[in-house]
């Protein structure tokens, strides 16, 4: 049994060692319990079981929970620049089996740390079980989802330099990639668009059709899409639109 409720008191109370003044930890908060939701949306939609849909607000609600410690070490969100926040969310854990606090049934413990894990890498790794890879997809989808919907409520200036990014060019692998229906590479990002196109391109990682549903329903894409005056972004959208449609009529 996964008592979801007792696990958001014992967050509650973890996150109380934080500062909740600095935004960092307050926005990572907010987005957690958004994550949670949409992660009990999604699994509903795709007819989970009671409990594959408590363990997916459960893992939702733990995925990002290296956030608070890798902004009291280091001050930021560039995993590049401090660690892994999923390898460091699993460490934390997994410490004088802090888990046990969330969940008491240690049967669960292996998909969580799993999903946890593969939450914010390129790929899910190989050689998981089905339920692993079916609670990695969802909160990577659920993780998008509300990263997609923070990009359209935060200022462009404060995402990046405006003037620099609506100055900026795509460069051509992004566009290759992103014609092509594969999610940017981290590594191939060298201005300030191409950064931004990376967000579009989260949509070729999106695992289910309930999830494009939402972000259609919502309208995240086009919004975000609507905040850049790049001569490119015309294409980008109709491109972008006629494949999440392609994908929700083939269900
Ligand atoms: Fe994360």
Do not use: W
Request: glycine share 2%; charged share 35%; proline share 2%.
């Amino acid at each position: 049994m996964i008592d979801i409720e007792k696990a958001k008191k014992v967050f509650n109370d973890y996150v109380e060692n934080y500062d909740k003044n600095n935004p960092r930890i307050a926005f990572k908060i907010a987005h957690t319990y958004r994550v949670v939701d949409v992660a009990e949306k999604i699994s509903k939609e795709l007819k989970l079981d009671e409990e594959q849909v408590n363990l997916a607000m459960l893992i939702g609600l733990l995925h990002d929970i290296g956030r608070f410690e890798q902004v009291r070490k280091y001050d930021t969100f560039e995993d590049k620049l401090s660690e892994d926040h999923a390898d460091l969310g699993v460490k934390i854990l997994q410490e004088n089996n802090f888990i046990s606090e969330f969940c008491e049934d240690e049967k669960y413990y292996n998909t969580i740390l799993v999903a946890i894990k593969n939450h914010n890498k390129f790929k899910i790794a190989e050689n998981l079980t089905e339920e692993e890879i079916l609670q990695a997809k969802l909160v990577r989808d659920a993780d998008k989802i509300d990263i997609l919907k923070s990009i359209t409520i935060e200022n462009l200036d404060v995402l990046m330099d405006d003037d620099n990014i609506n100055n900026s060019k795509i460069s051509n692998e992004i566009l290759d990639d992103f014609y092509h229906e594969r999610q940017t590479k981290r590594a191939l990002l060298k201005t300030p668009m191409d950064e931004y196109i990376s967000y579009v391109g989260m949509i070729f990682d999106i695992n289910f059709i309930p999830s494009l549903k939402i972000l259609k329903e919502k309208g995240y894409i086009n919004t975000i899409i609507d905040k850049c005056k790049n001569e490119e972004m015309p294409n980008i959208r109709k491109f972008i639109n006629n494949y999440m449609d392609k994908r929700i009529s083939n269900g």
